[in-house]
C-alpha cells in the first residue's frame, strides 16, 4: 500500500499542482517529485522565471512555492502500486479535494500533473475554479522539455 503525502498549502494558495501519487523515488525520499528525471522543478521554474528553484534544498523549494502562490497534492491517497506508473494503481482511495479546495480562500484554479491525476477532476467539476490539464512531468511521458513548458505557462496566467 502506498500512500500520497500531505497537502503543501497556505491560505495564500492560488494555484493547486495535483499530481497522481508518489512514485518509488519520491516515497523513498519524503519528497515530491524527488525522481532526477522528473522534469517538474524545471517546469515550475522555467514557469515562475525561477531558473534555481530546481537546485534549492527540498524545504527551500516548497516554502518559494507557497510565497509565489502554489501549492501541492495528489489525488489518490492510497493504493496499491507496483513501481511507479500511473498505470500500476489499483484500489485506489482519493483525497478529499472539495475539502481541501473549500480551505483554500484564494485558489483560482486546480492543475492536473498528467492524465491520471485529470481524470480525477470530476469531483471540482461546478466549482468557480479553472481546471487545467497538463502534460506529465514524470519521465515515463517522453514528450520533449519544450513542448511541455508551453502547456505549463498556462499556469502564471493564474499567479
Same mark, same amino acid.
Given at each position: 500500500m502506498k500512500r500520497s503525502f500531505a497537502p503543501v498549502v497556505n491560505a495564500g494558495v492560488r494555484v493547486l499542482i495535483l499530481g497522481s501519487l508518489p512514485g518509488e523515488a519520491s516515497l523513498a525520499a519524503s519528497q515530491y517529485y524527488a525522481h532526477p528525471q522528473?522534469?517538474? =522543478?524545471? !517546469? &515550475? #521554474? @522555467?514557469?515562475? %522565471? =525561477?531558473?534555481? !528553484?530546481? $537546485? !534549492? $534544498?527540498?524545504? %527551500?523549494r516548497l516554502a518559494g512555492l507557497l510565497a509565489r502562490g502554489v501549492g501541492l497534492w495528489d489525488v489518490v491517497a492510497q493504493a496499491h502500486r507496483r #513501481? @511507479? &506508473?500511473?498505470? $500500476?494503481?489499483r484500489d485506489a482511495v482519493g483525497n478529499d479535494l472539495p475539502g481541501l479546495v473549500a480551505e483554500l480562500p484564494a485558489l483560482r484554479a486546480v492543475a492536473f500533473n498528467g492524465q491520471t491525476a485529470w481524470k480525477a477532476r470530476r469531483p471540482l467539476e461546478g466549482m468557480p475554479l479553472q481546471l487545467l490539464a497538463l502534460p506529465s512531468s514524470s519521465p515515463a511521458y517522453t514528450r520533449p522539455f519544450a513542448?511541455? !513548458?508551453a502547456a505549463w505557462r498556462q499556469l502564471a496566467d493564474w499567479l
Open positions: 522528473n522534469q517538474f =522543478w524545471r !517546469l &515550475l #521554474g @522555467s514557469v515562475l %522565471d =525561477w531558473p534555481e !528553484l530546481a $537546485a !534549492l $534544498a527540498y524545504e %527551500d #513501481g @511507479s &506508473l500511473d498505470a $500500476a494503481i513542448d511541455k !513548458l
